[in-house]
């Protein structure tokens, strides 16, 4: 599931819309695309939606920055997947 929001940051309002659309029927999986990599206070409460969901949802933010790096491996013939692999695990540490 992605969300777009063209905003100079996520706030906590975008956060728990995305959170309400994770579920059994769109997966617990989603993204927000957003102009800036998020706050500090907006990954806390990215941490704590996963740690009050059960079972877990995992919101990823993508910002320019990383649309942008994953068209540069796109152009490289490599897969842009292992960009946002790699944001899943950093999720999944940091989170502990």
Request: proline share 3%; glycine share 6%; hydrophobic share 35%.
């Amino acid at each position: 599931m992605f969300e777009t929001k063209n905003t100079k940051g996520v706030e906590s309002d975008h956060i728990n819309q995305t959170a309400t659309y994770l579920g059994d029927r769109l997966g617990r999986l989603g993204f927000i695309v957003t102009r800036q990599p998020v706050e500090h206070a907006q990954r806390l409460k990215l941490f704590s939606v996963y740690n009050d969901s059960q079972p877990r949802k995992i919101i990823l933010v993508l910002s320019d920055a990383d649309m942008d790096a994953m068209l540069d491996l796109k152009c490289r013939g490599e897969s842009p997947m292992r960009y946002v692999q790699r944001l899943y695990r950093q999720f999944r540490t940091n989170v502990q």
